[in-house]
Structures are given as structure tokens and as C-alpha cells.
T-cell receptor, first 115, second 109 residues
Framework: ETGVTQTPRHLVMGMTNKKSLKCEQHLGHNAMYWYKQSAKKPLELMFVYNFKEQTENNSVPSRFSPECPNSSHLFLHLHTLQPEDSALYLC??????????????FGPGTRLTVT | GQNIDQPTEMTATEGAIVQINCTYQ??????LFWYQQHAGEAPTFLSY??LDGLEEKGRFSSFLSRSKGYSYLLLKELQMKDSASYLCAVKDSNYQLIWGAGTKLIIKP
């Protein structure tokens, strides 16, 4: 596999379920990101990890819990979600989150539907 | 607050030229990025501008004016495969990317 992969690609869950999204990057990068993308809205940055340390948490509700065991893997643990959390969740990686010209490479996303 | 503005939707004809504008107000400036996102797919990097002027990359060019808080993406010789959303993003003083909502470009034969 090359680039950034995400699993699952689609997920339907009830409000009382617990599930996890997985992201893996094969680019040798040191920074990983979770974004939420809703229709016709800007990408919302949720979490940033740089060299496995969480550097940003943009006021994300505690029902979203990130985990970064190493620079290649990133998880987003979900529990007791709300219908308004339905969106496309994108993972991205870059060489270093504090290098200005470092572009981000995105995975294909997980389409999440909360019922 | 921080803000990125770009048109919601544009339509152009195959073979023509289209210019997608982006204006920004951010806390600091560490460069501006353009990404392309086809429906149902991941955004892919197109260009990065940090100095004023025009950067050309094949059929795509990107322009930046820092004093005006303005950028545009110019697409020449449009092809049907260029139908996509184009996302403008600015890296602020905290190295965070601030994103616009994207411009959906529709190419007609």
C-alpha cells in the first residue's frame, strides 16, 4: 500500500455504539491529522499529532478520542455520537506540522452516518 | 476571526480558461495552498505560494498578493476531468491550515 489509507470507508452506527476509525500512512511522515468534512463547509481540523505528540485539539467534544501509537498510525475512537456528527472524516499526514511549506497528503476518508 | 472566502460554484466550457479566486483574513501568514478534490475522493495538493507572484505548473497556475490577502488558481485548456472542488487554505501563525469551503467547478462540453 502506498500513501494514506483509511478503514473503514463507510460506517453506520447508532448513538450508543462504540467504534474506531483507523488511518495508516506509508510516506515516512511525522505529522498526522484528523479532519471533519461536512457538505458545503470548510474542512474542520480536529486533532494534530507531531512526532506522536498531540499538538492541537480544536475544542472537539470528548465523544471523539484520538490515539497515535506511532508516527504511521492514527485512530479516532467514537462513542455516544450525535446525528450531527455524520460527516466525512479525513485523515492526513505531512512531513512535519511545523514546517511551513509541508503539504498534507489525505486518505480517502470514512463516510460516517450516525442513526 | 479567521476567514477564507471563495465562490461556491463556477461553470466553464471544455478547452476554455477559468480563474478561481480566494480572499483571506488570518492570524499571520505562512503560505497559501490549493487542493483539488474530486467527488468522493481525497483532496490532493496542487500548489503552494508564500511569496507574491505567479507560480506555473503545467495547465495550472496560482497567484498570490499578500498585501491584498488574495490568491487565484488559473486553469487553462480545461478538460472534463478538471470537474472537481478546489479548496483554498492558508497556514496561519500557529502553522494550522485554515480552509475555505471550496469552489465546485463544473465543466461543460
Amino acid at each position: 500500500e502506498t500513501g494514506v489509507t483509511q478503514t473503514p470507508r463507510h460506517l453506520v452506527m447508532g448513538m450508543t455504539n462504540k467504534k474506531s476509525l483507523k488511518c495508516e500512512q506509508h510516506l515516512g511522515h511525522n505529522a498526522m491529522y484528523w479532519y471533519k468534512q461536512s457538505a458545503k463547509k470548510p474542512l474542520e481540523l480536529m486533532f494534530v499529532y507531531n512526532f506522536k505528540e498531540q499538538t492541537e485539539n480544536n475544542s472537539v467534544p470528548s465523544r471523539f478520542s484520538p490515539e497515535c501509537p506511532n508516527s504511521s498510525h492514527l485512530f479516532l475512537h467514537l462513542h455516544t455520537l450525535q446525528p450531527e456528527d455524520s460527516a466525512l472524516y479525513l485523515c492526513a499526514s505531512s512531513q512535519d506540522s511545523e514546517v511551513v511549506a509541508s503539504e498534507q497528503y489525505f486518505g480517502p476518508g470514512t463516510r460516517l452516518t450516525v442513526t | 476571526g479567521q476567514n477564507i472566502d471563495q465562490p461556491t460554484e463556477m461553470t466553464a466550457t471544455e478547452g476554455a480558461i477559468v480563474q478561481i479566486n480566494c480572499t483571506y483574513q488570518t492570524s499571520g501568514f505562512n503560505g497559501l495552498f490549493w487542493y483539488q478534490q474530486h467527488a468522493g475522493e481525497a483532496p490532493t495538493f496542487l500548489s503552494y505560494n508564500v511569496l507574491d507572484g505567479l507560480e506555473e505548473k503545467g495547465r495550472f497556475s496560482s497567484f498570490l498578493s499578500r498585501s491584498k490577502g488574495y490568491s487565484y488558481l488559473l486553469l487553462k485548456e480545461l478538460q472534463m476531468k478538471d470537474s472537481a472542488s478546489y479548496l483554498c487554505a492558508v497556514k496561519d501563525s500557529n502553522y494550522q491550515l485554515i480552509w475555505g469551503a471550496g469552489t465546485k467547478l463544473i465543466i461543460k462540453p
